[in-house]
C-alpha cells in the first residue's frame, strides 16, 4: 500500500490521481485507491481539507495530485443579490456547506434544500461536478481558501 503523509508545493511532475468527494476529503486518515486502482493510505496532519489542484508527497516520493470528484450537487444562481444572499443566510442558518461563487452558491444536493431554496426568486439546477465549498471563519492554518471555481 501507498503511504502518504505530507503535502507538498503544486509541481509539473505528477505521478497519480487521488480522485474524491468533499466528504473524504475531509479526512486525516483514509485508506482508498488512486484512479490507478493502487491502494493508498492516508496519514495527514489532522484539521484540514484537501482541494482539488493539491499535491501530496507519497513515502517512496512519488507526487499525487488531488482531484475534487465530480458529485451530486445544487447550484443556485441569481443575478439579484438579494435573493441570492437571502438563500445563502437560510443554508447558512442549517449549518450547509457551500460554495460561493461569482452569482451562485453550491451545495451538496439535498432534496428538501432544494425544494426550500425553489420559493426563492433564484435558478436552482441539479448537476454533477466538482464541489468546493468553503473552509469556514475558524478553519485549520493548514488548509486554504480557493477563488472563483464558475
Known amino acids: 500500500m501507498l503511504v502518504i503523509e505530507q503535502r507538498c508545493g503544486a509541481t509539473q511532475q505528477v505521478?497519480?490521481?487521488l480522485v474524491l468527494p468533499f466528504d473524504l476529503r475531509q479526512k486525516a486518515r483514509l485508506r482508498t485507491r488512486l484512479e490507478s486502482g493502487e491502494e493508498v493510505g492516508l496519514f495527514l496532519e489532522r484539521g484540514g481539507i484537501l482541494r482539488g489542484g493539491d499535491c501530496l508527497r507519497a513515502a517512496d516520493g512519488r507526487v499525487i495530485a488531488v482531484v475534487a470528484a465530480p458529485e451530486h450537487?445544487?447550484?443556485i444562481r441569481s443575478e439579484n443579490l438579494r435573493e441570492l444572499l437571502r438563500v445563502a443566510y437560510?443554508?447558512?442558518?442549517?449549518h450547509v456547506p457551500l460554495e460561493i461563487?461569482?452569482?451562485?452558491?453550491?451545495l451538496a444536493f439535498d432534496a428538501v434544500l432544494r425544494d426550500?431554496?425553489?420559493r426563492f426568486a433564484v435558478a436552482v439546477s441539479e448537476e454533477h461536478g466538482p464541489f468546493e465549498p468553503e473552509s469556514g471563519a475558524y478553519a485549520h492554518a493548514g488548509s486554504h481558501a480557493h477563488g472563483s471555481h464558475g
Do not use: I, K, Q
Open 15 to 17: 505521478d497519480g490521481r
Open 73 to 75: 450537487v445544487l447550484t
Open 90 to 94: 437560510h443554508l447558512g442558518n442549517r
Open 101 to 106: 461563487g461569482d452569482g451562485y452558491v453550491r
Open 116 to 118: 426550500m431554496a425553489a
